[in-house]
C-alpha cells in the first residue's frame, strides 16, 4: 500500500508540461478553414507548412525522404505539419483530390503512396494525355479528371487502398473539392515560387526545397 501511495503522489506531482510531452500527437488530425490538414499538435512550438505538388519529381523525394523524420517529431508534440495543395496541372489536380478523398485521416498515408508510385503513373497519365489530346477539349472538368485517374493508373492504385471507385469518382466529380484546391493553389503561389517549399512559423525558409536544407532550420526553430 505505502508504494501504491507513493507512486500516485509521484504521478500526482509530475508537472503537467511532462505529462503532455509524453502524449502522441501523431493520431491528431486538425482541419484548416482553407481544407488543409495540420497533423499534430495545432499548439506546437514549431508549425511547418509544406507546399506541395503531387506531380513535382523533388517533392516526391521530398516526402519519401523526409516522412519518417517528421513523423517523430509531430509525435513528440514539437511540431505540427500541413501540406498546402500548390497546384499545377490536371494530374497533379487528380491526384490532390484523390489523397482527400477519403478524409483527414487518410489523407498522409495516401499522400505517401501516391508520391512512391509517383514515376509509374505520371509516365501513364502522360501518355493518355497524349493519346486524347483531341477528346479531352471536349470534356466536361469532372469526366477530364476520371479520365486522368484512371488512364494514370491511380483510380487502380487507390481502390488497392481501399477507396471504393464509386467514392473515387464521386471525389472528382465534388466541386466543393475543386474550389478549395483551386483557392489553395492560387494561395500558395502567391506565397512561393516553386515547389517544394516551407514556411515555418509563417516565415518563408528560402532557398531550401529539400530535407537537408530544412532539418536543421526546425531543430534552430525548435523542432526536437
Same mark, same amino acid.
Given at each position: ?13 509530475t508537472p503537467l508540461s511532462i505529462l503532455a510531452a509524453a502524449q502522441d500527437w501523431s493520431r491528431t488530425i486538425t ?54 495543395? /500548390? ?6 489536380? *487528380?491526384? &490532390? =483530390?484523390? %489523397? $482527400?478523398?477519403? #478524409?483527414?485521416?487518410?489523407?498522409? +498515408? ?19 494525355? /497524349? ?6 477539349? *471536349?470534356? &466536361? =472538368?469532372? %469526366? $477530364?479528371?476520371? #479520365?486522368?485517374?484512371?488512364?494514370? +493508373? ?27 484546391? *483551386?483557392?489553395?493553389?492560387? %494561395? ?37
Amino acid at each position: 500500500m505505502r508504494y501504491s501511495l507513493m507512486a500516485a503522489a509521484a504521478v500526482i506531482a509530475t508537472p503537467l508540461s511532462i505529462l503532455a510531452a509524453a502524449q502522441d500527437w501523431s493520431r491528431t488530425i486538425t482541419p484548416t478553414p482553407t481544407g488543409s490538414y495540420v497533423h499534430g499538435n495545432p499548439a506546437a512550438k514549431v508549425k511547418l507548412v509544406e507546399y506541395i505538388s503531387f506531380t513535382c519529381g523533388h517533392c516526391a523525394h521530398f516526402v519519401g525522404e523526409a516522412s519518417a523524420a517528421l513523423d517523430a517529431r509531430v509525435k513528440s508534440g514539437t511540431t505540427s505539419v500541413e501540406l498546402r495543395h /500548390a497546384v499545377r496541372d490536371p494530374l497533379d489536380l *487528380t491526384a &490532390s =483530390i484523390l %489523397a $482527400r478523398c477519403a #478524409g483527414p485521416r487518410a489523407f498522409h +498515408g495516401h499522400t505517401r503512396a501516391i508520391m512512391a508510385a509517383q514515376p509509374q503513373w505520371l509516365e501513364k497519365g502522360a501518355a493518355w494525355q /497524349a493519346a486524347n489530346a483531341e477528346a479531352l477539349k *471536349t470534356m &466536361s =472538368i469532372s %469526366a $477530364r479528371l476520371q #479520365g486522368y485517374a484512371g488512364g494514370s +493508373g491511380l483510380l487502380a492504385l487507390m481502390k488497392a487502398r481501399g477507396l471504393p471507385e464509386a467514392k473515387a469518382k464521386a471525389c472528382l466529380a465534388n466541386p466543393a473539392e475543386l474550389k478549395t484546391l *483551386t483557392e489553395q493553389a492560387k %494561395a500558395a503561389f502567391a506565397v512561393i515560387r516553386g515547389t517544394p517549399s516551407f514556411t515555418i512559423n509563417g516565415e518563408v525558409v528560402t532557398g531550401v526545397h529539400d530535407w537537408s536544407g530544412l532539418q536543421p532550420r526546425l531543430v534552430a526553430a525548435g523542432s526536437l
